[in-house]
Structures are given as C-alpha cells and as structure tokens.
C-alpha cells in the first residue's frame, strides 16, 4: 500500500430549528471552536443548519429567508474556520430568480464553493440546481449531494466520474428512513470506490446516525442518536487502493450504459 494521506473529519450532528438562525449559528461556532481544538481538517454540519429544515412552507417564505453568496453569515463562519484552520460544509438557503436553492457551502481559507441540491423532494417547496459542481478543496476533489440526493445512484456516479474522491452528504432524513438512508449512504461509497461523509439531524422526527463510509464500503464511523462532534481519521490512500484492487473505472462499459440507442 502506498503512502497515507490522512485527514480528520467531524461530523457535527445537532438539531437546527427552523428561522432560529441566531441559535443555530451558536452551535456551530461552538462545534467549529471545538473541532479545531481537537485538530479535525473538515467539519460538517446537516442540511439547512443555518435556517433550520421548513416541514410545512411556501416558495415566498423560503425567499425571505435566502440570501446570496457571500453573505454576512458566511463572512463570519468562514472566519472561524480560518481562526482553526479547517474547512467548514454547512447548509443555507440562497436566492434563486423564483425561490431558494437549498444550498452547501464550503469554505476554506479564501474559498468558497456551493452545491444546490438538485433532486428535492415531492413534498418541498426549493428551486432545483442544475449541476454537480467539484469542489478543489487542499484536502482533495470534493463533491457534494443533499439528503434525496442520495436516492439516485446517478448523482454519486457522475461525481466520481467528473473526479470526485469525497462526496459530503448534509441532510434531514427522518427516522423512519434511518435504515434505508444507511444502506444507501454505504452503496454510494462502495459502487463509486469514494468516501462518504453522511452528516443528518438528530432531535424530534430524526434519527441521527450519521456516518463515515469508506471507498470499500466499510463503516468508519457511525454515529449514535444523540447530538454532538463524531470523529474519524481517514487515510485518502485508500482511495487509490481499492481502485487498483477493483479496476470498476477501467471496465465501465460508459457508451453502453449512458449513451445506448434503442
């Protein structure tokens, strides 16, 4: 096997309260001071962190509450990620033409970057993105998906075709869908030889259960129900491991697959 190259990542798991923005920002100033403390390299949080994830909406509410990138909010998370020398991954609404985005921002040292959750669900009211972004992190190619993401293989594959080798995964995924989000969370990491970094809710309605799954779908972490920073070291080396252990890439018959005519 060759060379480690390992980083420490905590998953921060909390129960963000819908328009308690003030709160929310406190929990996460608090996670960041004291995952920095610990030495961690990438803390995530779930999806909607700093609003808080809307059960019952409207597309107007959602727009008064979004805002655009950067943002006096982001300006200040940043900050403290630059104050420990970590990257940060949180959620937020930002201003679409008609609507929010329901959006993961990145942010390390001088950068940022964003992916708009793409799949939504029947059930809410968020305009869709439109692409899969990468995200050069100094941590390595990064890419991003949403809670629903997750139930579409394609949007794991075209991340790791495009060069992904970390997918970060926020989310809000109810209790009743634990077991069925955790068997998806590890076939995405399994399928695509990437690593996984599943961060949900916790709290009323949630389960928790937030996980770190490595490229050869082993568990590294798994987090129980209640709140609070789980971490994990992974070593990035494993990536290229299993790779040259299981050539899924070189075989993938692509133009067959993606490209049949009927």
Partial sequence: MGKKHQITVALAQFAPQWKELEENMEWMFKMIKEAGKVGAHLVIFPELSYTGYPHETTPEE??????????????????????????????????????????????????????????????????????????????GTCGA????????????????LKGATMIVAPSAVPEEFKKINRQRVIARALDNQIFVFYCNYTGDHYGGGSLIVGPGGDILL??????????????????????HHERIYEHLQFELIFHKKN
């Fill in 222 to 243: 798994e987090a129980t129900e209640a709140p609070g920073l789980y971490f994990q070291t992974i070593d990035l080396s494993q990536i290229d491991y299993w790779r």
């Fill in 145 to 160: 998906l949403v809670c629903f993401d997750l139930a579409f293989p394609e949007t794991a594959r075209t991340l790791a």
């Fill in 62 to 139: 959602l727009a008064s509450l979004a805002e655009t990138l950067p943002s006096s909010h982001s300006r200040n998370l940043a900050r403290e990620a630059r104050n420990y020398n970590l990257a940060v991954v949180y959620g937020m609404l930002e201003k679409a033409p008609h609507g929010a985005y329901n959006t993961v921002v990145w942010l390390e040292k001088d950068l940022l970057f964003r992916y708009r959750k793409t799949h939504v669900h029947w059930n809410e009211k968020f305009t869709p993105g439109e692409e899969f972004p990468l995200f050069p992190s100094h941590l």
